[in-house]
């Protein structure tokens, strides 16, 4: 026997995690809207004093067949205390927008990235780095599928991490997001970044591109 057998984990399914009690989401007073420049310098200084942020995008979604995305239209970065949600039609929040995720030596986690770092690429120009792909951290550990942001809430914090259907589907270029358009957003940063804490990575520089 070459090596010992790796210990697979079932990922929690949709019935066990509905049981759970709710993950106490980021509040309003918590999340900030990066519109102007401004705002964009001041969440440049606030967010480059931490070593990490988690990390999501938002689109437009697309209903037509062959329609193409231009988004993405916002970019989530968040610590352990607060949340930023960049609104990318904005050519002063974009470019510090494209900074921020070019810079080395912050790791930015998340999940499911593949496709956010497309879009990136195509709509800021930059190649983003120090991205951490938060699935592969729970399959070198053992599960055995991607885990998500639900699944990782579950096994973390014994809690249910709930996303609004409504919120994900609506119009995420839009100049005005509501205040749940905000909630949602930036709660989904705001978990990857605490799921990042809750493994132990807080001083690993490891990414995965």
């Known amino acids: 026997m070459i090596g010992a057998m790796r210990t697979l984990h079932a990922t929690p399914d949709k019935d066990a995690i509905a ?5 106490e989401r980021l509040g309003l007073e918590h999340i900030t809207l990066v ?9 440049f200084d606030s967010l ?3 070593p990490a942020w988690g990390f999501d995008t938002e689109s437009k979604p697309t209903f037509k067949v062959g329609e193409l995305s231009d988004g993405p239209h916002i970019l989530q970065l968040a610590t352990p205390e607060q949340a930023w949600v ?8 974009r470019a510090v927008a494209a900074q921020l995720l ?14 956010d770092r497309k879009r990136i690429i195509h709509k800021l120009g930059v190649v983003p780095v120090g991205i951490l792909e938060l699935n592969t951290v729970f399959r070198e550990r053992g599960y055995r599928k991607d885990m998500g942001v639900k699944g990782a809430v ?6 249910r991490f709930i996303k609004s259907k409504k919120a994900a589907t609506s119009n995420w270029a839009n100049a005005y997001l509501t205040e749940s358009q905000l909630v949602y957003a930036a709660n989904d940063a705001y978990a990857a970044i605490r799921v990042y804490v809750a493994l132990g990575l807080v001083d690993s520089a490891t990414t995965t591109v």
Not at 86 to 93: I, K, R, S, V
Request: aromatic share 8%.
């Open 102 to 115: 070019a810079m080395p030596g912050i790791v930015k986690a998340g999940f499911g990235l593949g496709d």
């Open 35 to 43: 519109s102007t420049q401004a705002q964009a310098c001041a969440a």
């Open 48 to 50: 480059t004093k931490a």
């Open 19 to 23: 049981l759970l009690a709710p993950f």
């Open 154 to 159: 579950a096994v973390l914090f014994n809690q």
């Open 86 to 93: 960049f609104q990318l039609h904005d050519l002063d929040c």
